[in-house]
């Protein structure tokens, strides 16, 4: 008895196409499940991470931690000295976690200063926290500077002393002095908890400048 022919061997070009977009369908929700649940990738724009990070360079963010406490209903907390990407609020409300801004600066990268109810103090170039178990401040910047041409600039400009609200993270560059950095110091005030996509881990791009944070 003759055995019929198959589906794709009545239609080999219909095959191909299907073929095809069942590929491209796996590799959309491959692509949409990596930079939704598990990686970014990111261009720094600007000279407010000098000299940590540099205009140009491409930074991956780890965003499993986010992940996991979204689905444990909780909000991801960064710790302290973090370099991390946020989403901007643009004209929003920063306390408003639906960016809706088409500003081109949609994400921001800067390094975490300070937590719910702490407060910090810029004076005399130094910035300083305080919380229940430094009452008498301490500076962060100490543990995260690894060297003079890695971590915050020794010198943070301007005037503050201020609690950081809560549901909030106090944030700031590493080049802080004059203007060189827009951050919770300088008009950008403090981020909501909600806004932030996550830790960067390394930097990819260049390649002579390869590193893991």
């Known amino acids: 008895m003759e055995q019929k022919p198959s589906f794709g061997q009545k239609y080999p070009a219909l095959k ?10 796996a590799v959309a ?27 140009g360079d491409r930074v991956i963010v780890n965003r499993v931690p986010v992940s996991m406490a979204h689905l444990s209903e909780k909000e991801y907390i960064p710790e302290r000295g973090q370099v991390i990407v946020f ?7 920063m306390t408003n976690c639906d960016v809706t801004t088409t500003d081109k ?6 390094r975490v200063i300070a937590f719910p109810g702490e407060r910090v103090t810029v004076e005399n170039g130094i910035l300083t926290v305080y919380n229940s178990e430094n009452p008498d401040g301490f500076h962060p ?3 995260t500077r690894k060297s003079d041409t890695d971590g915050p600039k020794k010198d943070t400009s301007g005037s503050v002393n201020t609690i950081v609200p809560e549901g909030e993270l106090f944030v700031a560059g590493d080049n802080r002095e ?10 950008l005030g403090t981020i909501p908890f909600c806004r932030v996509i996550g830790p960067v881990i390394m930097r990819i791009f260049p390649f002579t400048g390869f590193r893991f944070f």
């Not at 989403?87 to 409300?93: E, H, K, L, V």
């Open 87 to 93: 989403a901007n609020g643009g004209n929003t409300s």
């Open 16 to 25: 191909d196409i299907i073929n095809f977009l069942l590929f491209a369908g």
């Open 141 to 143: 910047d100490e543990t």
């Open 29 to 55: 929700l491959g692509t949409f499940t990596l930079n939704s649940f598990i990686f970014r990738s990111y261009n720094v724009v600007g000279g407010s991470m000098e000299n940590t990070l540099h205009s």
């Open 105 to 110: 600066d949609q994400y921001i990268i800067k």
């Open 178 to 187: 004059g203007n060189n950095s827009y951050d919770s110091r300088s008009g």
